[in-house]
Structures are given as C-alpha cells and as structure tokens.
C-alpha cells in the first residue's frame, strides 16, 4: 500500500521540550516537504529536501530541524527555540506522475504545547 | 509578499450551482498550478493540476480556467455538492522549489 505515514497522529508537548514528528513514504519520491497549517494562513513551508543528506530551509524554519539520511524518511524536530509550536503539521513528498511532478500529502500531526 | 493571492476566502454555495475559487500570482516564472482539496483533520488531496500551455483542463465536475496574460487561474466546482465541503488551496510551482500555496477557501454547499 503506498503512500506518506506521519506518527503520532496527536502530539502534546510541555513548554521547553523538543519532540521530533516522523514522516515516512514508500512512493521512491525524491523531494520530500514540511508543512505548518495554522487557520486562515494557508500552508507554509518549513523545510524540503531534494536528495539524501541535503536540505533547504523554508519560509518558517526558525526553531526546527530536519534530517534525511534515508530517502523513504525526513523527520522534523521542533525545539524549544520555536516560540509557538501549536500547529497542524503536514510532511508532503513530490514525484513524476504522467507529465507532472505531483506532490502528495501525509495525513499530518496536530501538535499541541500544554 | 504573497506569491500567490487567492479569493474568496469562505464561499457559500446552493447544492446544484457553481462554486469559483480565483487565484492570481505575480512571477512568470511559475510552470505548474495545482489545486488542493481539504478536509477537516486530514492532509490535502491533490484535485486537479495544469500546465501554463493550456487554458483549460477538465476532470469530471472540476475545472482549472487558466489566464497566462492576466496572471490569474481559477477552479470551476460545476453541480457542487454537501460532499464537496471542504477548504481548497491553490498553488504554484517554479520548477526545482517548493510550491508555495494560497491561504485557502472554505468552501460550504448547503444542501
């Protein structure tokens, strides 16, 4: 069954703690994406990579951090630097589809900071 | 600055009419325009896409209407349905980055 898995589903955080959100996929998709949905500001991005062992910050990267040592797996650390961290957080990989580099979704992480 | 602006922001329609979601983006450059549908808890689905070589794509009741010269792409949601309730985002692409995503249109077909 392929397709992007993203664990935990819910994730409660106490102030000061990292937590790291995993995003797996088994589509062989190369480019891989992180997302942070607050309501009313859309989808921004927060860090991609493009190939094993390299990645880019996005718009709103203060205060994560990614790996990508594996093509299948890009987890997403958000540390205690990130000031407001309640957030939907949505991992997306992207490949050739027909004629298109299609992008996909996971099913996401709802983080919550108590 | 907003690469991409998209309106309207919550949209009301009757079951049976046409929902129309615009989106207008600045940079030329963008070669591939996705629209996303969403809904609540769960990650977006790609909808529909196109290429700025045509100005129109359908795919059963959706349609992209694409306008290179006035910067501006738009979703035709024809026969909306209580089951098409859900937030839409648009998106563009320049090739080699990221998409960069519209704020997103919730959308409700009241039945």
């Known amino acids: 069954d392929g397709g992007i898995t993203q664990s935990p589903k819910y994730l409660f955080r106490k102030e000061g703690q990292n937590v790291t959100l995993s995003c797996e996929q088994n589509?062989?998709?190369?480019?891989m994406y992180w997302y942070r949905q607050d309501p009313g500001q859309g989808l921004r991005l927060i860090y991609y990579?493009?190939?094993?062992?390299?990645?880019q910050k996005g718009d709103i990267a203060e205060g994560y951090s990614v790996s990508r040592e594996k093509k299948e797996s890009f987890p997403l650390t958000v540390t205690s630097a990130q000031k407001n961290p309640t957030a939907f957080y949505l991992c997306a990989s992207r490949g050739r589809v027909g004629g298109y580099n299609e992008q996909f979704f996971g099913p996401g992480t709802r983080l919550t900071v108590l | 600055q907003q690469q991409v602006k998209q309106s309207p922001q919550s949209l009301i329609v009757q079951k049976g009419g046409i929902s129309i979601i615009n989106c207008a983006y600045e940079?030329?450059?963008?070669?591939?325009f996705p629209w996303y549908q969403q809904f609540p808890g769960k990650g977006p689905a790609l909808l529909i896409a196109?290429?700025?070589?045509?100005s129109e794509k359908k795919e059963g009741r959706f349609t992209i209407s694409f306008n290179k010269s006035a910067k501006q792409f738009s979703l035709h949601i024809m026969d909306s349905q209580p089951g098409d309730s859900a937030t839409y985002f648009c998106?563009?692409?320049?090739?080699?980055?990221?998409?960069?995503f519209g704020k997103g249109t919730t959308l409700s077909v009241s039945s």
């Open positions: 998106a563009v692409n320049q090739a080699g980055t990221a998409l960069i």
């Open positions: 589509l062989n998709h190369d480019a």
């Open positions: 990579s493009q190939i094993v062992n390299d990645f």
């Open positions: 940079n030329t450059a963008f070669d591939y």
């Open positions: 196109i290429r700025p070589d045509v």
